[in-house]
């Protein structure tokens, strides 16, 4: 994934102004990264369910990973995030098409972006319980990013389980976390 960083990094570079915040190129590494997988399977892989003893499809997990991107990026110009509010059974949860389509939006709308600081601040409201109140935090920018970035590497990790159960070749480190491939890489 670092040679996608630096190729990432090198399209940025003359382009002026602030350049994104630190987690921004990792995700759209990791989108790249998802896509590579996607256009591995099958349609009927990315709808199966369930994949061995996983209820879900690899569709939903990836509808569920895109929807977080979405719901942040969506919140920037109001300075509120809401994860929660997300939409369910959407054609990326059921067509690959659609993802790839989806995945490709969102790695041109993070690479596009005008960003701020990244210690810009935000309101995350999340609900804590399914029949408590809602809670209101305030967060950053930067913070919300590196949260976006491990919720995708855990939903990959998932997703990768299904990928080998369906006999599908995986990216290289597909949904391991990047301390996991520093220590490995050191070992």
Known sequence: MSAVLHEIAAALAGTGGVGPPRAVLPLVALLRQLAELLEALTDGQYARKPVGVVSSSIGGH???????????????SAGAVDYDRRQRGTDVEHCRKAALEAINRLEQRLLASLWVSGSQPLRLSVLLTPDGPRVEVTTTLERELAYVLSHTTHHNALIAVMARLLGVALPS?????????????RA
């Open 62 to 76: 990836v509808r569920h990973s895109l929807d977080h991107f979405e719901a942040l990026l969506g919140g920037l």
């Open 173 to 185: 480190h597909f949904g391991y976390a990047p301390s996991t491939v520093a220590h490995r890489e």
